[in-house]
T-cell receptor, first 113, second 116 residues
Framework: EPEVTQTPSHQVTQMGQEVILRCVPI?????FYWYRQILGQKVEFLVS????????KSEIFDDQFSVERPDGSNFTLKIRSTKLEDSAMYFC???????????FGPGTRLTVL | AQKVTQAQTEISVVEKEDVTLDCVYETRDTTYYLFWYKQPPSGELVFLIR??????QNEISGRYSWNFQKSTSSFNFTITASQVVDSAVYFC?????????????FGTGTRLTVIP
């Protein structure tokens, strides 16, 4: 069964460093998403992406964040200058259509020291 | 205001007991979608069910069943004859078609512990 994959599973970085989180969505899906879950809290929407552009973004997704689909398979989330409060689990998700079930990847745990 | 409320923060049951997880949602859209996801200790989010606002028929899948009631804006989830493997955090989520997007609004989750 096709699934969303994410790398790395765990990333440790120093405050102020740039990180890139990678995702490979399900191959025939067209809509891609990033969500964040701070430890012990609820899952929060960051951004949605379709047709090589951002469809919608939340207040959390400020200028420090960017997303890209650099090729036909990868979908990346970049945090330009990490802060302590960026420490969280980051989930990538994809869906086939706009109003459709989103399937989530296993997540990348980001730890900012 | 919270779009999705899961009032039960933690529930513990003994194996083989039935348990119901509550979810109350809030939306002004007439077309919306409700979801349940399971997050086991390993951390991934596993899709369980999707329901659209026009389909109030209850659903059963093995030991799982869902009760959708628009009159009370609730979408409750029942596990029958619980097992230790059911121990996880369960999230209810809402997607509103009227926004033109598909971002999910998650509740705060209910941590279910099934005691052997």
């Amino acid at each position: 069964e096709p699934e969303v994959t994410q790398t790395p599973s765990h990333q440790v970085t120093q405050m102020g460093q740039e990180v890139i989180l990678r995702c490979v969505p399900i191959s025939n899906h067209l809509y891609f998403y990033w969500y964040r879950q701070i430890l012990g809290q609820k899952v929060e929407f960051l951004v949605s992406f379709y047709n090589n552009e951002i469809s919608e973004k939340s207040e959390i997704f400020d200028d420090q964040f960017s997303v890209e689909r650099p090729d036909g398979s990868n979908f990346t989330l970049k945090i330009r200058s990490t802060k302590l409060e960026d420490s969280a689990m980051y989930f990538c998700a994809s869906s086939k259509e706009l109003v459709d079930t989103q399937y989530f990847g296993p997540g990348t745990r980001l730890t900012v020291l | 205001a919270q779009k999705v409320t899961q009032a039960q923060t933690e529930i513990s049951v003994v194996e083989k007991e039935d348990v119901t997880l509550d979810c109350v949602y809030e939306t002004r859209d007439t077309t919306y979608y409700l979801f349940w996801y399971k997050q086991p200790p390993s951390g991934e989010l596993v899709f369980l069910i999707r329901r659209n606002s026009f389909d109030e028929q209850n659903e059963i899948s093995g030991r799982y069943s869902w009760n959708f009631q628009k009159s009370t804006s609730s979408f409750n989830f029942t596990i029958t004859a619980s097992q230790v493997v059911d121990s996880a955090v369960y999230f209810c989520a809402l997607s509103e078609k009227g926004t033109g997007a598909n971002n999910l609004f998650f509740g705060t989750g209910t941590r279910l512990t099934v005691i052997p």
